[in-house]
């Protein structure tokens, strides 16, 4: 079992930066890609970012392509999202999740555990 725990969550204006974080316990975060969801109200959780049990390969939605960042820090059990140049349109409740396996992936349902979810407003 794996615990996943966002925090970094807020309300930013147009234009601005977050930083969120995921605090993992229970299991060798090593052994597992991660990656991170959205879901804004009335829609489904959509895929955000990725990354592999090293943090060598990465993957991104064109929607955050070249102003999101996700990386790990396996040695503190935390995955991280910078985000940048935010927009009205990235408010949303943003997840992050562990997938058992080393190798990243963007699909959903391959994700094994979940977090709570932290809130992102982004205001114009």
């Known amino acids: 079992q794996v615990q996943l725990v966002e925090s970094g969550g807020g309300l930013v204006q147009a234009g601005g930066s977050l930083r969120l974080s995921c605090a993992a316990s229970?299991?060798?975060?090593?052994?597992?890609?991660m990656g991170w969801f959205r879901q804004a109200p009335g829609k489904e959780r959509e895929f955000v970012a990725a990354?592999?049990?090293?943090?060598?390969?990465?993957y991104y939605a064109d929607s955050v392509k070249g102003r999101f960042t996700i990386s790990r820090d396996n040695a503190k059990n935390t995955l991280y999202l910078q985000m940048n140049s935010l927009k009205p349109e990235d408010t949303a409740v943003y997840y992050c999740?562990?997938?058992?396996?080393?190798?990243?992936?963007?699909?959903?349902?391959?994700?094994?555990?979940w977090g709570q979810g932290t809130q992102v407003t982004v205001s114009s």
């Open positions: 990354i592999n049990w090293s943090g060598g390969s990465t």
């Open positions: 999740a562990a997938g058992e396996g080393k190798y990243s992936r963007v699909v959903r349902t391959t994700y094994d555990y």
């Open positions: 229970g299991r060798t975060f090593s052994n597992y890609a």
